[in-house]
C-alpha cells in the first residue's frame, strides 16, 4: 500500500522559512515524479512544484525564487524548503506521487 | 501556461439523475507519445483529492462504472451516469502535460 506522510506544517510570520517534508512508503520517489500542490482555505487546488525522476525541477510563478523542491533517495522522501513566506502562502499543502497518491496534507499558517 | 477551465462551477443533482462536468484547456494535451494527459479528481469534503479518471477515460483502481471521462485536444467532460449521495464534493480537472495545473472545480450537492 502507498502512503504519503507530510510533516512540517506550523504557524510562522511573514518572511520566516519552513521545510515540508514528504515521507512514501510503498512507492519509490526517486522513480517517479513528484509533485507539491496547496489548498489556500476554502479555495482551489494550486500547483507549486514538480521534480521528475532525472531530477528537473520546476515552479509555479507565485513561488519560484522563494521555494526549493528536493528528494533524498536514501531516505525515499520529498521535500519543500519555503523561504520568504508570505501570507497568501498560507494553504494546505499536499505531496502528490504521480498522480493517484497524494499524502494527507499539512497545513501551513503565515501569519504575524 | 496551460490553462483548465471548469463548467459549470456548481451543480445540484437529484439522487439517481446523470451529471456532467467539462473542463475546457487552453492547449492541446496531446503529447507525442500518443497519451492524453488528463485527470480527473473527487476531493470529497476534509479529504485529500482522489484519483477518478486518467488519461481521459481510464478509471482507477475502485472506481466506479457510474464514472465515465470522454474528450480529446482541449475539450473534456466527465460524467456521473447515476448520482448517489457519495458523489458530493469538488471535481478537478488536471493536466500533466507540461508541469500540473488544475481547473477551478466543480462543487456537487444533493437536491
Known amino acids: 500500500e502507498v502512503q504519503l506522510v507530510e510533516s512540517g506544517g506550523g504557524l510562522i510570520q511573514p518572511g520566516g522559512s519552513l521545510r515540508l517534508s514528504c515521507a512514501a512508503s510503498?512507492?519509490?520517489?526517486?522513480?517517479?515524479?513528484m509533485s507539491w500542490v496547496r489548498q489556500a482555505p476554502g479555495k482551489g487546488l494550486e500547483w507549486v512544484s514538480i521534480?521528475?525522476?532525472?531530477?528537473?525541477?520546476y515552479y509555479a510563478d507565485s513561488v519560484r525564487g522563494r521555494f526549493t523542491i528536493s528528494r533524498d533517495n536514501s531516505k525515499n522522501t520529498l521535500y519543500l524548503q519555503m523561504n520568504s513566506l508570505r501570507v497568501e502562502d498560507t494553504a494546505v499543502y499536499y505531496c502528490v506521487g504521480r498522480t493517484p497518491y497524494w499524502g494527507q496534507g499539512t497545513l501551513v499558517t503565515v501569519s504575524s | 501556461d496551460i490553462v483548465l477551465t471548469q463548467t459549470p462551477l456548481s451543480l445540484s443533482v437529484t439522487p439517481g439523475q446523470p451529471a456532467s462536468i467539462s473542463c475546457k484547456s487552453s492547449?492541446?494535451?496531446?503529447?507525442?507519445?500518443?497519451?492524453?494527459?488528463l485527470f480527473w479528481y473527487l476531493q470529497k469534503p476534509g479529504q485529500s483529492p482522489q484519483l477518478l479518471i486518467y488519461?481521459?477515460?481510464s478509471r482507477f483502481s475502485g472506481v466506479p462504472d457510474r464514472f465515465s471521462g470522454s474528450g480529446s485536444g482541449t475539450d473534456f467532460t466527465l460524467n456521473i451516469s447515476r448520482v448517489e449521495a457519495d458523489d458530493v464534493g469538488v471535481y478537478y480537472c488536471?493536466?500533466?502535460?507540461?508541469?500540473?495545473?488544475f481547473g477551478q472545480g466543480t462543487k456537487l450537492e444533493i437536491k
Open positions: 488536471m493536466q500533466t502535460i507540461r508541469y500540473q495545473t
Open positions: 510503498g512507492f519509490t520517489v526517486s522513480s517517479n515524479y
Open positions: 521534480i521528475y525522476s532525472g531530477g528537473n525541477t
Open positions: 492547449q492541446s494535451l496531446l503529447h507525442s507519445d500518443g497519451k492524453t494527459y
Open positions: 488519461e481521459v477515460s
